[in-house]
């Protein structure tokens, strides 16, 4: 069938638009291009096979990695990084428009370059006496053999040999491997259905030696959501402001540095003379330890208790100068309420992607003056905005952070600030 593509959709496909008005999504084609697809039924929505571009759009440009195509990852890499850009921003403007949220200022997004990208996870499986180790075809469970990755950091790349050698010899025949690279060096998890054997921890605790660069190797089983750790060189950790936070084995960080960087400068900018901030889903205070300079009291709350836990022992340390406490608290469950917020002038919110109805619901009655919203999901990101606003609150400006390059990820980082009673 040939057709024309019109435009692209959330998840980066081209749409097409049939003669009987339905819509028809091609992964790989752009907005304007004349293409020939093969028809594919699945439920839900219709699809086809990009078969060959009879007229390509001049926003076309060769993809640079050698698995675009076949590894689920980085779709988008034929799109010109100025069009992608523009992308990434129109996926933020049109959750904002769906809740009535129009002409809010939205900066230019902000990119992380390639090889930056310091958290993978990859599946794997034994064929034979071999390991199939990559990531997966975009809605299928077939696993890309990764000979690269252009988007991962070198650290991370140079170990996939190693890593397949390691797993060929291990008791399970398939699972996953979580690889952080941090100060101290690469943190590796395995992720496997079975229950960690003897045998297992003896290999493990063995290779570690010879797997330049890895600092720590743990074991994760489906019947406990911990990892445990099997043998440690170095305990991996983050710098966060002025204190050093060890890395909980599998726990949240930032994919990129330039995207904690760039949320961090927008949070300093707009938040500057807070005296009182509250970060809410805080983790280990990636973002409120950051604000420079601190101010004289921090309060980090927190739903994840090995994370609370481990902030609570770096602040140990202690910081002279302002008052820094952390709090175990599920903010969904249990928001903060009016009198909790009443003596508190900043917030900081940065929650997972349902978002934070709750807190925002709460929030939207209080007289909090500024508010810093961090943000994986815009839609739910619009949703708690519009409660906001209802409230009195106004959308100052928004700035996209675009951490999973060439990808359909976009995170945002957003100021709210109270209007004058």
Same mark, same amino acid.
């Given at each position: 069938?040939?057709?024309?593509?019109?435009?692209?959709?959330?998840?980066?496909?081209?749409?097409?638009?049939?003669?009987?008005?339905?819509?028809?999504?091609?992964?790989?084609?752009?907005? $304007?291009?004349?293409v020939?697809?093969?028809?594919?039924?699945r439920?839900?929505?219709?699809?086809?096979?990009?078969?060959?571009?009879? %007229?390509?759009?001049?926003?076309?440009?060769?993809?640079?990695?050698?698995?675009?195509?076949?590894?689920?990852?980085?779709?988008?890499?034929?799109?010109?990084? &100025?069009?992608?850009?523009a992308?990434? !921003?129109?996926?933020?403007?049109?959750?904002? %428009?769906?809740?009535?949220?129009?002409?809010?200022?939205? !900066? &230019?997004?902000?990119?992380?370059?390639?090889?930056?990208?310091?958290?993978?996870?990859?599946?794997?499986?034994?064929?034979?006496?071999?390991?199939?180790?990559?990531?997966?075809?975009?809605?299928?469970?077939?696993?890309?053999?990764?000979?690269?990755?252009?988007?991962?950091?070198?650290?991370?790349?140079?170990?996939?040999?190693?890593?397949?050698?390691?797993?060929?010899?291990?008791?399970?025949?398939?699972?996953?491997?979580?690889?952080?690279?941090? %100060?101290?060096?690469?943190?590796?998890?395995?992720?496997?259905?079975?229950?960690?054997?003897?045998?297992d921890?003896?290999?493990?605790?063995?290779?570690?030696?010879?797997?330049?660069?890895?600092?720590?190797?743990?074991?994760?089983?489906?019947?406990?959501?911990?990892?445990?750790?099997?043998?440690?060189?170095?305990?991996p950790?983050?710098?966060h402001?002025?204190?050093?936070?060890?890395?909980?084995?599998?726990?949240?960080?930032?994919?990129?540095?330039?995207?904690?960087?760039?949320?961090?400068?927008?949070?300093?900018?707009?938040?500057?003379?807070?005296?009182?901030?509250?970060?809410?889903?805080? $983790?280990?205070?990636?973002? $409120?330890?950051?604000?420079? &300079?601190?101010?004289?009291?921090?309060?980090?709350?927190?739903?994840?208790?090995? @994370?609370?836990?481990?902030? @609570?022992?770096?602040?140990?340390?202690?910081?002279?100068?302002?008052?820094?406490?952390?709090?175990?608290?599920?903010?969904?469950?249990?928001?903060?309420?009016?009198?909790?917020?009443?003596?508190?002038?900043?917030?900081?919110?940065?929650?997972?992607?349902?978002?934070?109805?709750p807190?925002?619901?709460?929030?939207?009655?209080?007289?909090?003056?500024?508010?810093?919203?961090?943000?994986?999901a815009?839609?739910?990101?619009?949703?708690?905005?519009?409660?906001?606003?209802?409230?009195?609150?106004?959308?100052?400006?928004?700035?996209?952070?675009?951490?999973?390059?060439?990808?359909?990820e976009?995170?945002?980082? @957003?100021?709210?600030?109270? !209007? &004058?009673?």
């Open positions: 069938m040939e057709v024309r593509i019109e435009a692209l959709g959330g998840r980066g496909d081209g749409i097409a638009r049939l003669a009987d008005g339905s819509r028809l999504f091609v992964a790989g084609a752009l907005p $304007g291009e004349r020939l697809v093969r028809p594919e039924r439920q839900g929505e219709r699809r086809a096979q990009l078969v060959t571009v009879l %007229e390509g759009s001049p926003e076309r440009v060769a993809p640079p990695c050698p698995h675009f195509g076949n590894c689920g990852g980085c779709r988008l890499q034929h799109l010109a990084l &100025p069009s992608y850009a992308f990434l !921003e129109q996926r933020i403007r049109a959750a904002l %428009e769906a809740r009535g949220l129009e002409s809010v200022p939205i !900066e &230019p997004v902000e990119l992380s370059p390639p090889a930056s990208r310091r958290r993978l996870r990859l599946a794997w499986r034994r064929v034979g006496k071999n390991v199939v180790l990559g990531m997966r075809e975009a809605g299928s469970a077939r696993i890309v053999d990764l000979t690269t990755c252009l988007i991962a950091r070198p650290a991370l790349v140079a170990l996939l040999p190693s890593l397949r050698a390691l797993l060929a010899a291990l008791g399970t025949a398939d699972g996953e491997i979580a690889l952080e690279d941090s %100060e101290a060096g690469v943190d590796v998890v395995v992720i496997t259905q079975k229950p960690l054997a003897m045998p921890r003896i290999r493990l605790a063995a290779s570690l030696p010879e797997l330049a660069g890895v600092c720590r190797i743990s074991w994760r089983s489906a019947a406990g959501h911990e990892s445990e750790p099997v043998a440690t060189a170095a305990v950790f983050a710098q402001g002025p204190i050093r936070i060890e890395l909980v084995s599998g726990g949240f960080r930032q994919a990129t540095d330039a995207g904690l960087a760039a949320m961090r400068r927008f949070l300093n900018r707009h938040l500057a003379g807070a005296r009182h901030v509250l970060d809410l889903y805080g $983790g280990t205070g990636a973002l $409120g330890l950051a604000l420079a &300079p601190l101010p004289a009291r921090l309060d980090v709350v927190e739903g994840n208790q090995a @994370a609370a836990a481990t902030l @609570a022992r770096a602040l140990g340390q202690g910081i002279r100068g302002s008052r820094v406490s952390v709090q175990h608290r599920d903010l969904e469950r249990d928001p903060l309420q009016l009198a909790e917020l009443r003596p508190v002038d900043a917030v900081i919110l940065d929650p997972p992607r349902a978002g934070a109805r807190q925002c619901t709460v929030l939207a009655g209080s007289r909090v003056g500024r508010i810093g919203y961090v943000s994986c815009s839609g739910s990101f619009a949703r708690d905005a519009r409660i906001l606003v209802d409230g009195g609150y106004h959308l100052v400006g928004v700035q996209p952070i675009g951490q999973f390059l060439w990808s359909d976009i995170e945002l980082a @957003a100021i709210f600030q109270r !209007e &004058p009673a």
